[in-house]
């Protein structure tokens, strides 16, 4: 009987500690043209084209993983790279310092990147 209660404690000790981590959330925006304030269809974002309204959305990414009670979660980071011919190159970098604990269902909503021609 008392292997079956350790054996017990020690399964819901270790599954309470396997957590689902956010590693990029879901990130959306748009792109304009900044002298014409229009929206660039199928600008390049991390080398996939936005729609033709200049919309990009990229899906939330999670794993799954072994933690310790009062371990930080790790910190994420967002490189979007915008492209498009004719137009400056730009980079947003968005950070969380503590941004693996985000819910599930985290939206980072960008702002509008307006980019330059060249």
Not at 83 to 95: E, L, P, R
Request: overall charge neutral; glycine content about 6%; hydrophobic content about 40%.
């Amino acid at each position: 009987m008392r292997i079956s209660f350790v054996l017990l404690l020690t399964f819901f000790s270790l599954t309470s500690c396997y957590v689902s981590r956010c590693v990029y959330p879901k990130v959306s925006g748009y792109v304009y043209d900044a002298e014409a304030r229009q929206a660039l269809p199928f600008c390049s974002v991390n080398g996939i084209p936005a729609d033709s309204n200049g919309y990009y959305e990229f899906p939330e990414y999670r794993r799954r993983e072994f933690t310790f009670i009062g371990f930080e979660a790790p910190p994420v980071r967002v490189d979007l790279y915008f492209s498009m011919d004719g137009f400056q190159n730009d980079t947003i970098v968005a950070k969380n310092r503590y941004g693996g604990a985000l819910p599930l269902g985290a939206h980072w909503r960008m702002d509008t990147v307006y980019l330059e021609r060249n």
